[in-house]
């Protein structure tokens, strides 16, 4: 069994931002995020031949464990879409509707976001000797990665990282590395600062020497004076980092992998047939 996690709010931005708000629906609504979505399905329907796929979502306007241990986490974010805030949103619940026409769920959980879905999707099937493969361009994933579980960039030329040696060449450390690696460095995407002092190079070494933040606390003497001064004033802040950076893989979801519906779309499907199956027709080409 093969199963594809697709991040579903970062697969549709990709499309609201590259494709034309001229591709509309037959309200005369712009539909190009569901459209690029659903392309992006057709194609990997056609290459890779997944028995299964899933569509994982975040909430938006539901605050996250995350948020709640750290006021800050995503504070520099605004709404997707920016002045486009509405529209985007509007596509979203689109693709939510479209896709479970085709055996496809669009999964939620709130208080946790689509990471932890995919996570915990992909660590049962690994468990239980499956294939899962996470279609995102989030590097935060980059840590799941491990037998049975890789992830795939998307892009005009797709690239998969499916061993430790992949992420060591994209991000300096192993997928085990990758949480104390960030937790240290922190990571600008999510508004996580990192702890003063320690840039992306020393947290790599860091994270080589000794695999673990308990393993870096435990060698403090071994340390170069700055940065352990700074591990040793941030020790908290750096346990809290690595809360917020670790995937959850242990959610109660909706669906169960054994459960799964099989992927209804064909690659001999069109984008604008499956969208008018689903309810969503497009507006007719112009003559």
Do not use: C, W
């Not at 796929?53 to 520099?76: C, G, M, S, W």
């Not at 689109?94 to 660590?123: C, K, S």
């Not at 003063?196 to 606390?217: C, E, F, M, R, W």
């Not at 242990?250 to 099989?262: I, Y």
Request: glycine content about 8%; overall charge negative; cysteine-free.
């Amino acid at each position: 069994m093969t199963i594809l996690l697709l991040d579903g709010h970062n697969l549709l931005f990709r499309s609201f931002t590259t494709l034309p708000d001229s591709i509309i629906d037959a309200s005369g609504r712009p539909i190009n995020a569901v459209y690029g979505l659903v392309a992006t399905i057709i194609r990997y329907v056609r290459e890779r031949e997944p028995e299964h796929i899933v569509a994982a979502f975040d909430i938006p306007e539901i605050p996250t464990f995350r948020h709640k241990l750290f006021p800050n986490y995503q504070a520099q974010r605004g709404p997707l879409g920016g002045d486009r805030a509405d529209d985007f949103a509007n596509q979203v619940q689109v693709a939510r509707e479209v896709l479970p026409h085709f055996g496809i769920p669009a999964l939620t959980a709130p208080g946790f976001e689509a990471d932890d879905i995919m996570g915990t999707l992909a660590i049962r099937m690994a468990e239980a000797g499956k294939d899962a493969t996470i279609v995102t361009t989030d590097r935060d994933a980059l840590q799941l990665v491990r037998p049975h579980v890789a992830i795939l960039v998307p892009g005009k030329e797709a690239r998969e990282l499916a061993s430790v040696d992949d992420v060591v060449a994209r991000m300096g450390v192993r997928p085990e590395g990758i949480v104390p690696f960030k937790a240290l460095a922190g990571d600008s995407s999510d508004n996580i600062p990192g702890l003063p002092g320690i840039g992306s190079k020393t947290a790599a070494q860091l994270v080589n020497d000794y695999g673990t933040l308990d393993g870096i606390y435990e060698h403090l003497d071994a340390i170069s004076p700055r940065a352990r001064r700074s591990l040793e004033d941030n020790r908290a802040d750096a346990l809290l980092f690595e809360r917020l950076v670790t995937i959850q893989t242990g959610l109660d979801l909706a669906v169960k992998p054994e459960s799964l519906p099989p992927v209804a779309v064909s690659d001999a499907d069109s984008i604008r047939d499956i969208l008018a199956r689903a309810g969503h027709p497009m507006a007719e080409r112009k003559a």
